[in-house]
């Protein structure tokens, strides 16, 4: 069975600085890994994906994230934070055949300080 | 993309009494899951909708307080029952095409006095 795991459930940030939120993962075949952000109120928005192509991922607003397979990771990073970008975010997996539901990681705040 | 339409958007609900969630998408879908996310928590699978057969319940979640119907390749409902307060949260309806590609739709927000 795959999971994911957020190692951290609150990241605060001064704007203008990198972010880093980080997501291991574990599963029993080559996974399908995603970063989607959750704003108050609203619904989920896919920030990018990663199926097994370029292990760099580059996704909207100036995320992207790195899947290592040594590591069994896939932090999501930005260079600069922006006001805008405070919200949760949810690693997710999913595993082979691609009618596979998804698995939630239980999520990172992150707050983003003027 | 497609478009999902659930409804309700939102709604409050009397404790004991029941709802159900409706999920219409613009175009034949292979999959449907049905999730629900509690206040302040991540999203918990609670079934796959299966077309023309019973849905598939992820453990803790059962067919009796989560019945849920999929009469076609376009349409699921998920109805909650017998409501508690606990359950008061966002249910969504998630779709996967021939494609591989999955889609959310907006969610419905319950909640239950």
């Known amino acids: 069975a795959q999971s994911v795991t957020q190692l951290d459930s609150h990241v605060s940030v001064s704007e203008g600085t990198p972010v880093l939120l980080r997501c291991n993962y574990s599963s029993s075949y080559s996974p399908s890994l995603f970063w989607y952000v959750q704003h108050p109120n609203k619904g989920l928005q896919l920030l990018l994906k990663?199926?097994?192509?370029?292990?760099l991922v580059k996704g909207i607003n100036g995320f992207e994230a790195e899947f290592k397979k040594s590591e069994t990771s896939f932090h999501l990073t930005k260079p600069s934070a922006h006001m805008s970008d405070a919200a949760e975010y949810f690693c997710v997996v999913r595993g082979a055949g691609g009618n596979t539901p998804l698995v939630f990681g239980k999520g990172t705040r992150l707050s983003v300080i003027a | 993309s497609a478009v999902i339409s659930q409804k309700p958007s939102r709604d409050i609900c009397q404790r004991g009494t029941s709802l159900t969630i409706q999920c219409q998408v613009d175009s034949q879908v292979t999959m449907m899951f049905w999730y629900r996310q509690q206040p302040g928590q991540s999203l918990t699978l609670i079934a796959t909708?299966?077309?023309?057969?019973?849905?598939?319940?992820e453990s803790g979640f059962v067919i009796d307080k989560f019945p849920i119907s999929r009469p076609n390749l376009t349409f699921s409902t998920l109805t909650v029952s017998n409501m508690s307060p606990e359950d008061s949260s966002i249910y969504l309806c998630s779709v996967v095409f021939s494609t591989g590609e999955l889609f959310f739709g907006e969610g419905s927000r319950l909640t239950v006095l």
């Open positions: 909708a299966n077309q023309g057969s019973e849905a598939t319940y």
């Open positions: 990663y199926t097994s192509a370029a292990t």
